[in-house]
């Protein structure tokens, strides 16, 4: 398909999808709530059965789990899921930003200082809300460029897996923002070096901070 030619509109399944899965990455809809496709399917404007199918991607996602005399329910994970969840992103983050230090163009690298120069402007107007969803556009950027084959949509999939409340985001704390803004700049410049271990380094370092946070609040 050209880029002139106009996208497919998007299925009535796919739209249903794709709330749910925002909904639940985000944690408006809490780990476990019952998700009963018909309240679903009302609440959309669409009928039942795009709904199931929307439910049965998630489950495939193990963001939803089917139980005797229950129906879905979003999957409510503890502690050790926590903590995985992070671990992982650590690794495959910190690959992205490892592989991005070998292949980065300067436009690409102007593109990231800029999405950077942004967050800096927002918490310095104490704009907190926009920070996180920020964030999580610097670091797929960083991903996508360092392994655009498969890594990103790794990176992705790893994200989504895993619901993250917004007021859980440490970016809300002011304590946090400063020292996150500072590894967002240590990252930037070993990107720019060409410094494929320090880039890793920083980011493992600073995921597994954020999980750290996370776990104790």
């Keep these: 398909m050209s880029p002139t030619e106009p996208r497919p509109p998007m299925s009535k399944a796919d739209y249903a999808y794709t709330v749910l899965l925002e909904e639940i990455r985000s944690g408006r809809i809490p780990g476990g709530t019952a998700l009963r496709a018909g309240e679903v399917a009302k609440r959309l404007g669409v009928s039942v059965t795009p709904v199931r199918e929307a439910l049965r991607r998630l489950e495939k996602d193990r963001l ?18 926590l903590a995985e969840y992070y671990g992982v992103r650590a690794v495959v983050e910190g ?22 120069a942004a967050m800096a402007r927002d918490a310095a107007q104490g704009r ?10 610097f670091h797929l950027r960083i991903v996508d460029i360092g392994g655009p084959a498969f890594l990103g949509a790794h990176a ?16 809300l704390d002011e304590t946090q923002v ?25 980011m493992i370092d600073h995921v597994r901070r954020a999980g750290e946070f996370r776990q104790h609040h």
């Design 64 to 81: 939803i789990s089917y139980e005797a005399h229950h129906g879905a329910t979003v999957v409510d994970l503890g502690d050790e899921a």
């Design 95 to 116: 690959l992205g930003a490892r592989l991005a230090a070998g292949r980065i163009t300067p436009v690409e690298l102007a593109e990231l200082r800029e999405l950077h």
């Design 128 to 137: 907190h809300d926009r920070l996180g969803e920020q964030s999580r556009r």
């Design 156 to 171: 992705r999939s790893v994200r989504n897996s895993f619901p993250v409340p917004a007021e859980a985001s440490l970016w």
């Design 178 to 202: 400063k020292a996150q803004l500072e590894a967002h700049e240590g990252i930037l410049a070993a990107l720019e070096s060409g410094d494929a271990e320090t880039a890793e380094r920083i």
